[in-house]
């Protein structure tokens, strides 16, 4: 198979030869003086050689362009730079995703243990009888603080009422109630509880009888301050009477059966 140059050079051979012929046509006088049909010069077989090789559908190379980045243009690694650091803090979160939940974990099951160590000591610590109710120094409106209250409270609200002040007598027995469950006797009564809050938590943890009492201090209360009832004196001196007996001095345990008791 003859090579892509030696087909070039027949083409510009034949091409010299019309040439040749063409000029000897148009010149017969120049022709002459080469009358007889020999080969073509060097100098014209190069020249058609020259002709043909110009011609960009005959030429052997060919030029094409591209766009690509060069390693010495630092414009385009800056740029994508940050894409590069993205993708990596994504690979490290993927790979480090079962640890960080371990952790999490063991952090929040560690936590867990020392607030269980720390409610176990604290009831530990606690003293026969002590809980961790705090006594309020207000109920509602009321101030049920022992400094806020007189000595013998039994007395002083005999006296008010039979001063005619019935209602400071009344009030001042109520508020010693209050003030003796919560600080005395640790009946866990809040600053929101109601007069009927308070008998429900004083029954099973006081004597039947200091109960019964809570409950006829309560509802004489309420008979009176909201009903404007009228009220015997004879109930009142007996309600005096009895508050030191019954809510001065703490009262002794009462054990609360479980269910399943015989």
């Not at 000595?151 to 009422?161: D, P, Q």
């Not at 938590?201 to 009176?224: K, N």
């Not at 009262?251 to 399943?260: D, F, L, N, R, Y």
Request: charged content about 20%.
């Amino acid at each position: 198979m003859r090579s892509h140059t030696e087909c070039l050079r027949i083409v510009a051979t034949v091409a010299a030869l019309l040439t040749s012929l063409l000029s000897m046509a148009a010149a017969p006088v120049a022709r002459t003086a080469a009358s007889k049909l020999g080969r073509p010069t060097h100098a014209e077989i190069d020249r058609a050689l020259g002709i043909v090789k110009a011609d960009p559908n005959l030429s052997s190379e060919s030029t094409v362009k591209t766009l690509r980045w060069t390693s010495g243009e630092s414009e385009p690694s800056k740029d994508l730079g940050w894409l590069t650091w993205i993708a990596g803090l994504f690979w490290w979160l993927d790979q480090s995703a079962r640890v960080l939940v371990w952790g999490v974990i063991v952090t929040l099951a560690g936590a867990l243990v020392v607030y269980v160590v720390r409610v176990a000591r604290a009831g530990a610590g606690a003293g026969p009888g002590e809980g961790s109710f705090i006594a309020p120094t207000h109920v509602r409106e009321l101030d049920i603080r022992p400094e806020s209250l007189p000595s013998n409270i039994g007395a002083t609200a005999r006296a008010l009422w039979d001063n005619g002040e019935h209602r400071a007598s009344l009030a001042l027995l109520y508020r010693g109630t209050l003030s003796r469950l919560a600080h005395v006797h640790d009946v866990p009564i809040r600053d929101s509880s109601t007069e009927g809050d308070c008998i429900a938590l004083a029954t099973g943890r006081l004597p039947q009888t200091t109960c019964e009492y809570v409950s006829r201090v309560v509802r004489v209360w309420q008979r009176f301050g909201y009903g404007h009832e009228d009220v015997r004196d004879v109930v009142v001196h007996g309600l005096c009477d009895d508050f030191a007996r019954l809510l001065d001095l703490p009262s002794a345990p009462v054990s609360i059966p479980t269910e399943g008791a015989a």
